[in-house]
């Protein structure tokens, strides 16, 4: 067993210093990147080890460029998976950046449906509804400020909200 070891040893280094260069080459027209192809050949004589127990003298080249033929189809494989991954990815980018502008102008068009309406509302409840919505103050913040009771705040906000959210879903 061990005779038969140190033969197929001594085969596939005798295979490597025969072939190495013609199996360059072959990967690397197929291929056409250097540094891939020195990868694959390292890949098929790693391969071709693995294998040799099986390997006979006068059969060992057909089965090195066999290897050799396997791994480009797989190489060529996984690459054209990258791609539609890729191209995948970037498809699904430019149809979010679509969508995100699409909706960024329904925001806007119904930003300013809301100011329209809000201009129509009387001068005391447009004052207190711009208070509440735009600048971001309560309740109490607003009835101190115009001197008002803050139930007369709140009614007041009660009554333009609803005006308002009418409005919009005639909009909508």
Do not use: W
């Amino acid at each position: 067993m061990k005779d038969l070891t140190n033969t197929s040893n001594e085969l596939v280094v005798q295979i490597f210093a025969d072939y190495h260069q013609s199996v360059f080459f072959y990967i690397y027209k197929k291929i056409g990147e250097k540094e891939d192809a020195e990868d694959l050949v390292q890949d098929a004589y790693l391969r071709l080890l693995e294998y040799r127990t099986m390997l006979r003298p006068d059969t060992v080249k057909y089965f090195l460029f066999t290897i050799v033929r396997n791994l480009v189809s797989d190489y060529f494989r996984h690459l054209y998976r990258k791609q539609e991954a890729s191209v995948y990815l970037e498809e699904c980018g430019q149809a979010q950046q679509a969508v995100a502008a699409d909706t960024r102008a329904v925001v806007r068009d119904l930003q300013k449906q809301e100011l329209m309406r809000v201009k129509c509302l009387p001068c005391q409840r447009r004052k207190i509804y711009v208070m509440n919505r735009f600048e971001g103050k309560t309740s109490a913040d607003i009835a101190t400020e115009l001197n008002l009771s803050q139930r007369t705040v709140e009614n007041h906000l009660f009554i333009s909200r609803k005006e308002v959210r009418n409005y919009m879903k005639q909009c909508i």
